[in-house]
């Protein structure tokens, strides 16, 4: 089983925007371990379920390339997991994720990033 990094931040669907943040730490090609962002959806303050949404995220590298991202939902959490093709090119990273169904169709958080060329 793996052992994930875990970034996750709450997201308020009645908040009319999305969430973008620039990431601290860097991550790199010989991580151990899965990066995994994701999102903990709420409505008015209160856990929203998320029966019925699916999740996706879209990676753009520092070539420009996009490589899509399969998430996972369970109660009002959804993830998306960088796959190795996320770190293949070192520099700048942008990564949307995406909510779609059951009355939202949005991109809901875009993290900037950056992968460093570590081996």
């Known amino acids: 089983m793996a052992i994930y990094k875990n970034d996750i931040v709450d997201v308020e669907l009645n908040g009319g925007g999305i969430l ?54 369970s109660g009002n959490e959804a993830y998306v997991t960088l796959t190795d093709a996320c770190y293949t090119y070192a520099g700048p990273f942008r990564l949307a994720i995406k909510l779609s169904g059951g009355g939202v169709t949005s991109t809901v958080r875009i993290v900037d990033g950056m992968v460093e060329n570590i081996v």
């Not at 990066?35 to 996706?56: H, L, T, Y």
Request: hydrophobic share 30%; aromatic share 6%.
């Open 20 to 73: 973008r943040e620039r990431m601290n730490r860097r991550i790199g090609k010989s991580d151990d371990d899965a990066n995994r962002f994701g999102v903990r959806v709420k409505r008015n303050g209160e856990a929203e379920s998320m029966a019925g949404i699916s999740c996706a995220g879209y990676f753009t590298n520092s070539q420009g390339g996009r490589i899509t991202l399969t998430g996972t939902v």
